[in-house]
């Protein structure tokens, strides 16, 4: 299984950017799957996770109405939509597969990450 996260990078505070991450080596399409995120010195944070067919979707409490999961199963890739982030957002995101949990001990696949930086 490889789970290949990209789309990261520096934005200002206020700014939009789309993380996504491509899945090969599991059923995709009957997968949950879920970003999280770590910052320095912080614990892996749960994002958001959306079901297999999309039709259930789970936020973390403060990206609530600024980010938005997505899947496209024909390109087995989900997506992070990130309006109008802020610098709390800074942290290294990753993609993971196999559970709706916000435990990240929960998930059996992860992917390497893509660093996100919110700075002016």
């Known amino acids: 299984v490889q789970l290949q996260a990209s789309g990261g990078g520096l934005v200002q505070p206020g700014g939009s950017l789309r993380l996504s991450c491509t899945a090969s080596g599991l059923p995709f399409s009957s997968t949950t799957l879920a970003w999280f995120r770590q910052a320095p010195g912080k614990e892996r944070e749960f994002v958001a996770s959306?079901?297999?067919?999309?039709?259930?979707?789970y936020y973390t409490g403060s990206v609530k109405g600024r980010f938005t999961i997505s899947r496209d199963n024909a390109k087995n890739t989900i997506y992070l939509q990130m309006n109008s982030v802020e610098p709390e957002d800074t942290a290294r995101y990753y993609c993971a597969a196999g559970s709706y949990s916000k435990d990240p001990e929960a998930y059996n696949y992860w992917g390497q990450g893509t660093q996100v930086t919110v700075s002016s």
């Open positions: 959306i079901s297999s067919r999309g039709n259930y979707i």
